[in-house]
């Protein structure tokens, strides 16, 4: 596609809110924590799956509490686990990144992600520890839905997995282990048809060699996504456009 330089930003904003929405995907923000193996809940030890490692709600933070005694699961303690899913300078690394879902069939109401060589951080991350990829980070994911009724969210990976809906623990799949699978219907939860509610997804990769991430729902998640470069720099040229014209005047 062609791209000419735009008179005005609002004639930027405009053909950027005209373009097509893909119906058939949903694009969802995540925070990517980077951490090094020198951490001691990452690469140590290899519990396999270990429910009950995370409290039944999120504190105050929005953010899983670890209740397990000391060592359960590969974790080191509730201090350290309490690093997981926060920036802490010196510790981790924070990065954004987009994961798209996409319907598996017109129609079918079924949004799905694979990946079975799932490093979202390799690239940007520059340290890898002397690795193939970067093996220890944190994945943090946060948006909405409008409750239907009848949704499930599917989910089948390594590491550690918890998902939330309204603050409710309705995944638990922690610790260190192979990829296994887990499933959430939302009618077990107590929910009102036609109400909003909270989605939260907290993932670990903690140990080398592998790193599965894969999730099939029906859940019509909220678009939460970061504005590709590519349309952010459109909207750039619209604003020099829009100088250039004044200039011009």
């Known amino acids: 596609m062609n791209i000419r330089i735009l008179g005005s930003a609002a ?134 839905f409008t409750y239907q009724g009848g949704e499930v969210f599917n989910f089948t990976g390594d590491d550690d997995l918890w998902v939330y809906i309204d603050g409710q623990l309705c995944m638990d799949l922690g610790g260190v282990h192979g990829a296994v699978s887990g499933s959430c219907s939302l009618d077990s939860l107590g929910l009102t048809v036609g109400e909003d509610y909270a989605f939260k997804l907290f993932f670990a990769e903690r140990h080398t060699t592998e790193s599965n991430f894969r999730v099939d729902t029906t859940i019509l998640l909220e678009d939460t996504s970061v504005p590709e470069p590519g349309m952010l720099g459109l909207l750039g040229l619209g604003l020099v456009g829009m100088g250039a014209l004044r200039r011009r005047r």
């Open 11 to 144: 004639t930027a904003v405009a053909l950027l809110a005209s373009m097509p929405a893909d119906a058939a995907s949903i694009s969802l923000s995540a925070t990517v924590r980077d951490f090094s193996a020198a951490h001691p809940d990452f690469e140590d030890g290899i519990s396999g799956l270990v429910p009950g490692l995370v409290s039944s709600t999120l504190n105050a933070e929005g953010n899983p509490d670890f209740i397990g005694a000391p060592g359960a699961g590969a974790i080191s303690s509730a201090a350290s686990f309490d690093q997981w899913y926060k920036d802490v300078p010196g510790t981790n690394t924070a990065y954004t990144i987009n994961l798209t879902l996409n319907e598996i069939a017109p129609g079918s109401g079924i949004f799905s992600y694979a990946n079975s060589a799932f490093f979202p951080i390799d690239g940007v991350a520059t340290d890898t520890e002397g690795r193939p990829h970067n093996y220890h980070f944190t994945l943090e994911l946060e948006t909405s």
